[in-house]
Every structure is written in structure tokens, then in C-alpha cells.
Nanobody, 114 residues
């Protein structure tokens, strides 16, 4: 059974940065296209970014040029570097394989506020 553990969230001022981590166990991580998602109260979970096994990346328009997704296959871990954070980035952030086919982890809360 695959387990996903997100970490690195917190409270940050607008314009600040955070680095999220996603530790994956129970799967051959290196072969999977992985993705970050986020959800705010009352809204559906939305796609943020993805990274293929070959490290090809793609970003949703709201985060393009501000966020950077990466992975370390030796550690079965994926990262999301978030820069120039905005209040509208406030959400619970989740990781999963692209399509969200694994059971979701607990997520990590990111709050952008002055």
C-alpha cells in the first residue's frame, strides 16, 4: 500500500517562500509521474504541478514562474519550491501520482498572510 507524507507547510507573509516535501513509500517511485494538488475550503482539489519520471515538468497557470517542482528518486521524495507566495496560494497541499489514484495523505497547510 502506498503511503504519502507531505510536510513543509506553514505561515508565511506575502512574497515569501516555502519548500514542501512529499515522501512516498510502497511504490516504485522513480517510474511514476508525480503531482502536487491543493484544496481550499469549499472548492475542489486543483492541480498545481507535475513531474514525469524523466523530470519533464508542467505547471498550472496560477503558479507558473513562481513554483518549481523537483524530485529525488534516491529518496523517493518530491518537492515543491514555492516563491513569491500570494494570499490566494493559501490551501492544503497534497501530493499523489498524476490522476490522484493513490490514497491521499493528510496534506500540509500553507497559509499566506500578513
Amino acid at each position: 500500500q502506498v503511503q504519502l507524507v507531505e510536510s513543509g507547510g506553514g505561515l508565511v507573509q506575502p512574497g515569501g517562500s516555502l519548500r514542501l516535501s512529499c515522501a512516498v513509500s510502497g511504490s516504485v517511485f522513480s517510474f511514476e509521474t508525480m503531482a502536487w494538488y491543493r484544496r481550499t475550503p469549499g472548492k475542489e482539489r486543483e492541480f498545481v504541478a507535475r513531474i514525469s519520471s524523466g523530470r519533464t515538468t508542467y505547471y498550472a497557470d496560477p503558479v507558473k514562474d513562481r513554483f518549481s517542482i523537483s524530485r529525488d528518486n534516491s529518496k523517493s521524495t518530491m518537492y515543491l519550491q514555492m516563491n513569491f507566495l500570494r494570499p490566494e496560494d493559501t490551501a492544503v497541499y497534497y501530493c499523489n501520482k498524476l490522476g490522484g489514484q493513490w490514497s491521499w495523505g493528510q496534506g500540509t497547510q500553507v497559509t499566506v498572510s500578513s
